[in-house]
C-alpha cells in the first residue's frame, strides 16, 4: 500500500498563503498524475487541482489564479501553494493520484477566518 503524507496546513487569515507538501515513494511519484483534493466539513472531497508526469496541470475553476500545484522529481514531492486564501477554503487536504489509487493519508488542515 503506497499512503501518502500531507503537511504545511496551518491557519491564516482571509488573504494569506500556505504551501502545502506530499511526499510519496519514488516509484509511485514518477509514474503518476497527482492531484490536491480537499474536503470540508459536511461536503464531498473535491479534487483542487492536478500535475501530470510532464508537469501540466489543470485547476477547478474556484482555485485558478490562486493557487499553483507543481513537483519536484527529485524530491518525489508535489507542493501546492495557496494564495489569497479565502475563508471558504477552509478544508483538510489531501493528495493522492488521478485515480485514487493510494491509501488515503491524514491530510493537512487548512483553516482560513475571515
Known amino acids: 500500500q503506497v499512503q501518502s503524507v500531507e503537511s504545511g496546513g496551518g491557519q491564516v487569515q482571509a488573504g494569506g498563503s500556505l504551501k502545502l507538501s506530499c511526499v510519496v515513494p519514488k516509484s509511485t511519484f514518477e509514474a503518476n498524475t497527482i492531484c490536491w483534493y480537499r474536503e470540508a466539513p459536511g461536503k464531498e472531497r473535491e479534487m483542487v487541482a492536478r500535475?501530470?508526469?510532464?508537469?501540466?496541470?489543470v485547476y477547478a475553476d474556484f482555485v485558478r489564479d490562486r493557487f499553483t500545484i507543481y513537483r519536484d522529481n527529485e524530491k518525489n514531492t508535489v507542493f501546492l501553494q495557496m494564495n489569497d486564501l479565502k475563508p471558504e477554503d477552509t478544508a483538510l487536504y489531501y493528495c493522492?493520484?488521478?485515480?485514487?489509487?493510494?491509501?488515503w493519508g491524514q491530510g493537512t488542515q487548512v483553516t482560513v477566518s475571515p
Open positions: 493522492n493520484t488521478v485515480f485514487q489509487t493510494w491509501t
Open positions: 500535475v501530470n508526469m510532464g508537469g501540466s496541470t
